[in-house]
Every structure is written in C-alpha cells, then in structure tokens.
C-alpha cells in the first residue's frame, strides 16, 4: 500500500511538471529574467521621454538610473504612462506608448528596480 501511494505521487508529479511546461510554453511572452533599467528600461525611456526631459531641461530630467527610479518612486509616472490617449498628464504627450512598453516598466517595478 505504502508503495502505491508513493509510486501514484510519482507520477502525479510528473504529470504536472509536464502539463506546466505545456502551458509556458503557450504563453505569447514568457519574461524569464527580471527586468531591469540597463537591459530593458533606458532604451525606452530614451527613445519615448528625453526629448523632453533631459537633464538641461527645466522638468524632472530622466535621463540616468537613479532619476528614473526616483520619478518611479517619487511621482506619478507609472500612473501617468497608462493613461488613455486625451487624459490630463498622459505621458508621452504625444500618445501613449505600445502596451508591451509600459507593461516592462510596471514588471521593472515589480522586480524591484534593479539597474543591471
Ligand atoms: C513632449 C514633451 C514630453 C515628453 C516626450 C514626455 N514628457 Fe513627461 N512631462 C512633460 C511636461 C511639459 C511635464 C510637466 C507638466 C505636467 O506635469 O504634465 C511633464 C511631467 C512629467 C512627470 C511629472 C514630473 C513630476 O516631477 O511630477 C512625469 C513623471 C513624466 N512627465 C514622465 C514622462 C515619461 C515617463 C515620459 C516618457 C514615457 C515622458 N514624461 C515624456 C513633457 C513631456
């Protein structure tokens, strides 16, 4: 009896390691490793943001790692780069940015806004 349990466990196991391995591999985006500012971030901010806010700019500059976590933390950037299109604040200005852009930067958060 003890063996049969231990041999049905097995293979329950089994069967979900591969019924998981199924589902990721289903998924559209897997992002494995966390995100961070110098792999996935800056670029976007580059291209999307400095135009406006470099560093000899009048407003808050976003131009290196510790400004751009800082405006994370310290204002309402994520709220503001999720706004629709026409809504006060949005940011860009020009029109929000594709949704697999904002989305690495809310998971940059999420991971804890490490910089390498
Ligand atoms: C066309 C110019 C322009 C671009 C491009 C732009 N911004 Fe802005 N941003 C502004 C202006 C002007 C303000 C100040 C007025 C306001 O608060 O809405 C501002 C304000 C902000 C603030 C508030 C700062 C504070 O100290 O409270 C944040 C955060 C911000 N922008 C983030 C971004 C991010 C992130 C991007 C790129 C995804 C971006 N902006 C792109 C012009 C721009």
């Given at each position: 009896m003890k063996k049969y349990i231990y041999l049905s466990g097995l293979i329950l196991s089994l069967y979900s390691c591969e019924s998981t391995t199924y589902e990721s591999l289903e998924?559209?985006?897997?992002?494995v490793e966390d995100v961070t500012y110098t792999a996935n971030v800056k670029s976007i901010i580059d291209a999307?943001?400095?135009?406006?806010?470099?560093?000899?700019?009048?407003?808050?500059?976003?131009?290196t790692y510790d400004q751009v976590k800082d405006a994370v933390l310290n204002t309402d950037l994520l709220d503001r780069i999720q706004?629709?299109?026409?809504?006060?604040?949005?940011?860009p200005k020009a029109g929000r940015m594709p949704q697999d852009k904002i989305n690495l930067i809310l998971q940059w958060n999420t991971d804890g806004l490490l910089e390498n």
């Open positions: 998924e559209p985006t897997v992002i999307n943001c400095i135009a406006c806010h470099a560093a000899e700019s009048t407003l808050r500059p976003l131009e706004r629709q299109n026409g809504t006060p604040g949005q940011m």
